[in-house]
Nanobody, 122 residues
Framework: QLQFVESGGGLVQPGGSLRLSCAASGFTLDSYAIGWFRQAPGKEREEVSCIRSSGTITKYVDSVQGRFSISRDNAKNTVYLQMNSLKPEDTGVYYC???????????????WGQGTQVTVSS
């Protein structure tokens, strides 16, 4: 089955950090742009960050700019999301998915995994 397996989520206090991993299963991700998304209860899924296949171009939603950092290791078939200075509003289920380039509606992305829960609370 072609999908991503997300991990690294958990409960963290405001101001804390987490590093999420997104491992490709059943395919190699080196030719894809990879996006990280999150979905809070009752809210639409939003793209948090994306990295192109070359790794040279990345993008972030304004609310995480300067706090989150996306990276990829094609040799390990894995993409990472380093999240620092976490806020309660960062709470949600985090997913990764693939597309030929970054941008566009999240429904255009493929190979969705089950997600990993991130809860920021004191």
């Amino acid at each position: 089955q072609l999908q991503f397996v997300e991990s690294g989520g958990g409960l963290v206090q405001p101001g804390g950090s987490l590093r999420l991993s997104c491992a490709a299963s059943g395919f190699t991700l080196d030719s894809y742009a990879i996006g990280w998304f999150r979905q809070a209860p009752g809210k639409e899924r939003e793209e948090v960050s994306c990295i192109r296949s070359s790794g040279t171009i990345t993008k972030y939603v304004d609310s995480v700019q300067g706090r989150f950092s996306i990276s990829r290791d094609n040799a390990k078939n894995t993409v990472y999301l380093q999240m620092n200075s976490l806020k309660p509003e960062d709470t949600g289920v985090y997913y990764c998915a693939a597309r030929w380039t970054c941008g566009g509606n999240y429904r255009n992305y493929v190979y969705w995994g089950q997600g990993t829960q991130v809860t920021v609370s004191s």
